[in-house]
């Protein structure tokens, strides 16, 4: 089901559906009892829903700093792995040729090295 979009933001939303709460408490709603019952739930609901969307972001975000400085940490240790295997007299260009492993950005990770077609036939 696609979702329907009427150009208001989420904090449009949120702020339009508290203001109109609020004005019912100070007119009478005796005739729009029923709907405006109804339209009360279902903005809690949406508040409900747009919380749990933010901590949501909040969680997604969090995973995506952790992730990228873990992946920082694989690289610096590939790079530090890369140069001792080059002091240790292996080829400076491709230091884990000789361990039958591709590393990133030359190949995929792991496939054995095929020295007539490249990795692993490909």
Do not use: C, W
């Amino acid at each position: 089901m696609k979702a329907q979009r009427n150009g208001k933001r989420v904090g449009q939303r949120l702020d339009i559906g508290a203001a109109i709460l609020a004005r019912a408490q100070v007119v009478d709603t005796r005739t729009v009892e029923r709907r405006l019952q109804a339209f009360t739930a279902a903005h809690g609901n949406y508040v409900a829903a747009q919380d749990k969307v933010q901590a949501a972001e909040v969680e997604l975000q969090a995973a995506n700093t952790e992730a990228a400085r873990r992946q920082e940490e694989v690289d610096a240790t590939i790079d530090a792995l890369a140069l001792a295997l080059a002091n240790d007299g292996h080829s400076r260009t491709k230091p884990f040729a000789s361990l039958g492993m591709l590393v990133a950005g030359v190949g995929s990770p792991g496939l054995p090295i095929d020295s007539d077609i490249g990795a692993a036939g490909l």
